[in-house]
């Protein structure tokens, strides 16, 4: 079946670039997406990209997709202290008008350090 | 902002006993999820919903589990007969459509569920 995979863990230095990374199996994917998780809150959507796009861009956040290589990253620009969160990256391809089941990955955990 | 809300925020129930998860979709939404993440694992698929019917489900939406739409606003999960390894927390999504630009599917802030 598909499967996404994200590493565990990264940490970055307030000010600093973070690029938080997933990889993901199914050559069908058609939407990919981002998710932030805060404790004790739910997924709240951050940005997705479609599969025929390269680059999307929305204000201090990046989405790079090569889908050769079926990879997806999301650069956050000038990390702050309240980006620390779960991030998710989640996947799903179109099959048919019956809705669409999404497949996560395990969740970056961000941390920022002052 | 519209939002998913979900009620409960968290229940504790005792194995074998039927409970149900309630939740409220975006208003104007057609398409309706449900996926639950048992600690320390990935958010998993359980079912989507749509005019009134299952339209997908994966391997653990087994006879247990039921889903309805009991009027105009409320979506929810019922499992029969609990058991320890349903613990986790669960989680409704809604989206606007199925496609297009429309797709992108909103969560609710999640159940935590109990089973002792």
């Known amino acids: 079946g598909e499967d996404v995979e994200q590493s565990l863990f990264l940490s970055v230095r307030e000010g600093d670039s973070s690029v938080i990374n997933c990889t993901y199996t199914?050559?069908?994917?058609?939407?990919l997406y981002w998710y932030k998780q805060e404790p004790g809150a739910g997924l709240q959507l951050l940005t997705y990209?479609?599969?025929?796009?390269d680059m999307k861009q929305d204000q201090r956040l990046t989405v790079l997709l090569n889908k050769k290589d079926k990879h997806l990253s999301l650069r956050i620009a000038d990390t702050q202290t309240g980006d620390s969160a779960i991030y998710f990256c989640?996947?799903?391809?179109?099959?048919?008008?019956?809705?669409?089941?999404?497949?996560f990955g395990g969740g970056t955990r961000l941390m920022v350090k002052p | 902002e519209p939002e998913v809300t979900q009620t409960p925020s968290h229940q504790v129930t005792q194995m074998g006993q039927e409970v149900i998860l309630r939740c409220v979709p975006i208003?104007?939404?057609?398409?309706f999820y449900w996926y639950r993440q048992i600690l320390g694992q990935k958010v998993e698929f359980l079912v989507s919903?749509?005019?009134?019917?299952?339209?997908?489900k994966s391997e653990i939406f087994d006879d247990q589990f039921s889903v309805e739409r009991p009027d105009g606003s409320n979506f929810t999960l019922k499992i029969r007969s609990t058991k320890l390894e349903d613990s986790a927390m669960y989680f409704c999504?809604?989206?606007?459509?199925?496609?297009?630009?429309?797709?992108?599917?909103?969560f609710g802030p999640g159940t935590r569920l109990t089973v002792t």
């Open positions: 999504a809604s989206s606007r459509d199925h496609s297009g630009s429309g797709y992108e599917q909103y």
């Open positions: 199914d050559s069908s994917s058609t939407y």
């Open positions: 990209i479609f599969s025929n796009m």
């Open positions: 989640a996947e799903t391809a179109f099959w048919g008008n019956a809705g669409n089941m999404l497949t």
């Open positions: 208003s104007n939404h057609l398409y």
């Open positions: 919903f749509y005019n009134n019917e299952i339209s997908e």
